[in-house]
C-alpha cells in the first residue's frame, strides 16, 4: 500500500476534521509527486501568503496569479487559491460547500462566535450584533467622529514629519471603539492600554518576544473581563447610546447575558481596530504619493465617499482570509477536493484586471462599487459602517485643511500574512 492509499484507508476511520487535515495531505503527497496541474487543472505556484516580505509587497504576486491561471495550488504550503473576483465572490457566497465553520485562519479552529459559524447558527448570532450599527447608532456617533478626526488631524499638523500611525492611525479607531462601548473618559487610557496589548492574542509568533506578548495579551484580556464585569455590574456600558446597550434592547429575548455581551465587545475590538489603522495609514500613503489625486479631491469635496471606497479596493486591510471545503468544489475546470484549505485573496480579487481598468492605479472617481474589502455574502463586514465613517471624516477634515500631503521618511508596512498596513510611516502636512 503505498502512501497515499494508507492515508485514503484511514480517512474513513477518522472524524470529520481530522479527515479534513489528511485530505490536505493527500492533496500535498499527491502534489509532491505528480503535480495538480495534471490531475486537475490547477496551476502550481510559489506564491506564499505566509513569506513575510511577500506580504509587505504583495502586488507583483497578485499579477503573476492573474496571468497564470484560474485556480493556483501551493504544495509547500497545501493551500488552494483563488484570486479572481468572481471566484473569490462565488466561494464566499457558497457557505455550503467552501466553510468558516473550520477555521477563517490557517490554523483550523472552531467555536460558537459569529466569523465561525455558517447557516442558522451563524443568522442568530449576527442578529444580535447587527443592531449596534443601525442608521441610527451611526448618526449618533458622527459628531464624536468628526470631532477626533479633527483632533487627530490638528496634531499631525502640528508635527510635521511624525508617524501619522502613532498621531492618528492607531488612536482614531481605538478611541471610537471606547467611545461607542461607552467608556468613560477617565478610564479610556487604561481601556487604551489593556486593548492594544489584549489584541496579540490574535497574532502569535513563535518567538521569545511573541510567547512575551502572547502572555501580556491573556492577562490584559482577563483585566478587561474584569474591568467590564465591575462596570456592568454598577449599570456602566449598557446605556441606550451605547453599542451593548443597543445590542441588549434589541435583544429578542433579552438573552444576552453579561459574558456574551463581553465577548461580543472583544470581537468589536479584536475585527475594528487593526483592520481601521490600515485603511487610514494606507489612504495617507496612498494620497502622499498621489499628489494629482489629492488635488482631484480637494477640487471636488463629493469625491470624498468615493475616494475612500477607491482607499478600501486599492489597500484592502485584511487582505485574504481562509475556507474550507466541506464537499469537493468546482472551480472553472477544476476540482478542490473535499477537506482542502483554501486562500481566499480578497486583495488580489479587489486588483482583478477582468473587472478594474489599471487595478494597481488609485483613481479617487473611480466608483470601485463591487469591491470585496470589506467580504462578501452572509460575513460581510458588520463594522463597515463605522469604518468609512471614520476614514471618510478624516478625508474631509485633510482636504479642507491641507494643502499637501509628503511622504517624510521611508514607511515600513506589516508582514502579517492577513492584515496588511504601514506601521511607521512618516508624514508632512502642509496648512491650506
Ligand atoms: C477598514 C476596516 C475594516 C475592514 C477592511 C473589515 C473587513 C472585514 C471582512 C473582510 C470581513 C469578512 C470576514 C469573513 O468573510 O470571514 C469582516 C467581518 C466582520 N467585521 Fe469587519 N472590517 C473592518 C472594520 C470593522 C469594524 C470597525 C468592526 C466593528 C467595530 C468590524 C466588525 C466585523 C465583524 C463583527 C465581522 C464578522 C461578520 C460575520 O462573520 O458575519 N469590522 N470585516
Known amino acids: 500500500m503505498n502512501i497515499i492509499e494508507k492515508i485514503r484507508s484511514s480517512e474513513t476511520m477518522l472524524t470529520p476534521f481530522m479527515s479534513a487535515a489528511r485530505l490536505n495531505a493527500v492533496a500535498a503527497v499527491r502534489t509532491r509527486t ?19 516580505a511577500t506580504a509587505a509587497q504583495p502586488f507583483g504576486a497578485y499579477r503573476d496569479l492573474h496571468r497564470s491561471g484560474r485556480v493556483h495550488y501551493n504544495p509547500r504550503r497545501s493551500t488552494w487559491i483563488l484570486s479572481r ?41 449576527r442578529k444580535q450584533v447587527q443592531p449596534g450599527f443601525s442608521k ?10 468628526d470631532k477626533l478626526a479633527a483632533e487627530l488631524v490638528s496634531d499631525v499638523l502640528a508635527n510635521p514629519g511624525c508617524d ?15 467611545h461607542i462601548l461607552g467608556i468613560p473618559d477617565a478610564d479610556v487610557t487604561q481601556f487604551r492600554t489593556w ?8 497574532d502569535f509568533e513563535p518567538t521569545r518576544h511573541g510567547v512575551v506578548r502572547s502572555v501580556k495579551a491573556v492577562a490584559s484580556l482577563a483585566q478587561l473581563q474584569r474591568y467590564f464585569m465591575r462596570q456592568f455590574a454598577s449599570g456602566g456600558l449598557k446605556s441606550s ?13 433579552g438573552s444576552l447575558t453579561d459574558s456574551q455581551l463581553f465577548y461580543i465587545a472583544m470581537l468589536l475590538l479584536i475585527a475594528g481596530n487593526e483592520t481601521t489603522t490600515n485603511l487610514l495609514g494606507g489612504m495617507f500613503d496612498t ?19 468615493m475616494a475612500v471606497e477607491e482607499h478600501l479596493r486599492i489597500s484592502t486591510p485584511i487582505q485574504n482570509l481562509y475556507r474550507y ?30 473587472v478594474f481598468a489599471d487595478p494597481d492605479e488609485f483613481r479617487a472617481d473611480r466608483n470601485p462599487r463591487n469591491h470585496i474589502a470589506f467580504g462578501y455574502g452572509a460575513h460581510m463586514c458588520v463594522g463597515a459602517p463605522l469604518a468609512r465613517m471614520e476614514a471618510q471624516a478624516v478625508l474631509r477634515e485633510l482636504i479642507t485643511r491641507v494643502a499637501t500631503i509628503a511622504p517624510a521618511g521611508e514607511p515600513t508596512w506589516s508582514t502579517n500574512t492577513s492584515l496588511r498596513g504601514p506601521t511607521h510611516l512618516p508624514i508632512r502636512l502642509t496648512p491650506s
Not at 109 to 124: K, M, Q
Not at 136 to 145: H, L, S, V, Y
Not at 287 to 305: F, G, K, M, S, T
Open 34 to 52: 505528480r503535480g495538480y496541474r495534471g490531475w486537475t487543472g490547477a496551476v502550481n505556484t510559489e506564491y506564499d501568503p505566509l513569506d513575510r
Open 85 to 125: 473576483h468572481e471566484d473569490v465572490r462565488a466561494a464566499l457566497r457558497d457557505t455550503d460547500a467552501v466553510t468558516s465553520t473550520e477555521g477563517v485562519t490557517r490554523m483550523k479552529i472552531s467555536g460558537p462566535v459569529l466569523v465561525l459559524t455558517d447557516g442558522a447558527e451563524h443568522a442568530r448570532l
Open 136 to 145: 441610527g447608532a451611526m448618526a449618533g456617533w458622527q459628531e464624536m467622529t
Open 164 to 178: 501619522v500611525v502613532q498621531r492618528l492611525t492607531i488612536p482614531m479607531p481605538m478611541r471610537m471603539i471606547a
Open 195 to 202: 486593548s492594544e496589548a489584549g489584541m496579540h492574542i490574535v
Open 241 to 253: 447610546d451605547t453599542v451593548l446597550g443597543r445590542l441588549l434592547a434589541h435583544a429578542d429575548d
Open 287 to 305: 494620497l502622499a504619493r498621489n499628489p494629482d489625486q489629492y488635488e482631484l479631491i480637494r477640487a471636488n469635496p463629493d469625491l470624498v465617499p
Open 325 to 354: 471545503t466541506r464537499m469537493d468544489y468546482q472551480v472553472g475546470d477544476v476540482t478542490i477536493p473535499r477537506g482542502s484549505r483554501i486562500l481566499l485573496s480578497f486583495a488580489a480579487a479587489n486588483r482583478d484586471p477582468l
